[in-house]
């Protein structure tokens, strides 16, 4: 089991084993997972444009693999190996999704995601990593590089690395912040650090010339809708203080073998309704789109059961708007969005105000 050495005032013992226990009955149906990859539009820092998304299959999430159980959101942990994967693997793994590519016309970004921490040596070793990103840093048709991290992996000496490899491509950290609120942190989703260690990170990233995108999940469990909605703003507004540069809402989606699945099949969790994004976005635009440089919302399985959705007649219409919103960093494409379902949403909260 990989070692973790969380603030034990992080996280909450009950909650963590509860987790913990769930965790353990999936992993033991684990099945091998393969790495994947794919193209989608996507807003850069240069405008519109379209991203590689690269998924390498590492040992897995060191968080997810602890005694704490992990996040009770996650569930990237069953599409990993769960045994050590050599750094010929995983420069393997990149170089065969990256040939799945042809005629690519840029602006063009890339995202590299792993179960759990690009920068986690036990994860991803600094021989794979050094290598993936001078094959990234050769690629001209590639202005943008994305790749995800938790903070504690974060260090002066890595992130100076990454940026001198990358040769002045526009290089960004993504962190899963998820909340800005400590309590939601610790008692929701099992975290295991702070606002704090995120802040913590982001200055180093910062002090050696990198940029920093923070996500923040939309309806942790055990919140209510208005309960959510306000916390993602307040989180939004508390993250663009502090100087990133992309904030990116990531609705729920319902991974199977998570404490939040559990509550969803039990009747105690609906994933937020897409006018709740609708709202997010609207108010993190007035209130901190002059602090960052982008902010975006790209909901998975969006209109299904288990991920963001309304009524249904009206999915598709909101969840493309959603997408032009982040595409075009402009709010005209909400104009006139209306259905039946919207009336029922805005009367869950009928007896106080969202604001």
């Known amino acids: 089991m990989p070692e973790v050495n969380p603030d034990l005032a992080n996280i909450n013992p009950d909650f963590a084993h509860s987790i913990y226990r769930l965790r353990q009955k999936y992993l033991a149906l684990h099945k091998d997972g393969k790495s994947k990859a794919w193209i989608s539009k996507d807003r850069l820092i240069s405008g519109a444009g379209s991203?590689?998304?690269?998924?390498?299959?590492?040992?897995?999430?060191?968080?997810?693999?602890?005694?704490?159980?992990?996040?009770?959101?996650?569930?990237?942990?069953?599409?990993?190996?769960?045994?050590?994967?050599s750094a010929s693997s995983l420069v393997s793994q990149f170089k065969n999704a990256m040939q799945k590519f042809s005629?690519?016309?840029?602006?063009?970004?890339?995202?590299?995601?792993?179960?759990?921490?690009?920068?986690?040596?036990?994860?991803v070793p600094l021989e794979a990593r050094k290598k993936i990103l001078q094959l990234i840093s050769k690629n001209d048709l590639i202005?943008?590089?994305?790749?995800?991290?938790?903070?504690?992996?974060?260090?002066?000496?890595?992130?100076?690395?990454?940026?001198?490899?990358?040769?002045?491509?526009?290089?960004?950290?993504?962190?899963?912040?998820?909340?800005?609120?400590?309590?939601?942190?610790?008692?929701?989703?099992?975290?295991?650090?702070?606002?704090?260690?995120?802040?913590?990170?982001?200055?180093?990233?910062?002090?050696?010339?990198?940029?920093?995108?923070?996500?923040?999940?939309?309806?942790?469990?055990?919140?209510?809708?208005?309960?959510a909605i306000k916390d993602c703003i307040s989180s939004a507004i508390d993250v663009s203080k502090v100087g990133i540069n992309t904030i990116s809402f990531n609705p729920c989606t319902i991974h199977k073998g998570t404490l939040i699945e559990k509550l969803w099949k039990d009747g105690f969790y609906r994933p937020p309704w897409l006018w709740s994004l609708q709202y997010i976005l609207q108010e993190t635009f007035e209130k901190a789109k002059n602090q960052v440089s982008r902010i975006i919302c790209q909901p998975v399985a969006g209109g299904k059961k288990r991920g963001a959705h309304n009524c249904g007649k009206c999915d598709k219409q909101v969840?493309?708007?959603?997408?032009?919103?982040?595409?075009?960093?402009?709010?005209?494409?909400?104009?006139?969005?209306?259905?039946?379902?919207?009336?029922l949403f805005y009367q869950l909260f009928s007896h106080q105000s969202l604001s």
Do not use: M
């Not at 991290?149 to 890595?158: A, N, S, Y």
């Open 143 to 227: 202005s943008e590089v994305t790749f995800e991290t938790r903070p504690e992996f974060v260090k002066h000496d890595k992130i100076r690395e990454c940026v001198e490899i990358l040769e002045g491509k526009y290089f960004e950290v993504a962190i899963g912040l998820e909340s800005s609120n400590d309590r939601i942190l610790r008692d929701c989703i099992n975290k295991g650090f702070t606002f704090n260690d995120f802040k913590k990170a982001t200055k180093i990233v910062q002090k050696e010339g990198a940029n920093v995108k923070a996500y923040i999940f939309v309806k942790p469990p055990f919140l209510s809708e208005k309960e």
């Open 103 to 123: 005629n690519l016309i840029p602006p063009l970004g890339i995202k590299i995601f792993t179960s759990g921490s690009f920068l986690d040596d036990l994860e």
């Open 51 to 85: 991203s590689i998304y690269v998924i390498l299959a590492t040992r897995g999430c060191r968080w997810a693999l602890s005694e704490y159980g992990g996040c009770s959101i996650c569930g990237y942990i069953y599409d990993a190996k769960l045994k050590e994967v």
């Open 319 to 343: 969840l493309r708007a959603i997408q032009q919103v982040s595409l075009l960093q402009n709010l005209e494409s909400f104009d006139h969005l209306e259905c039946e379902c919207r009336y």
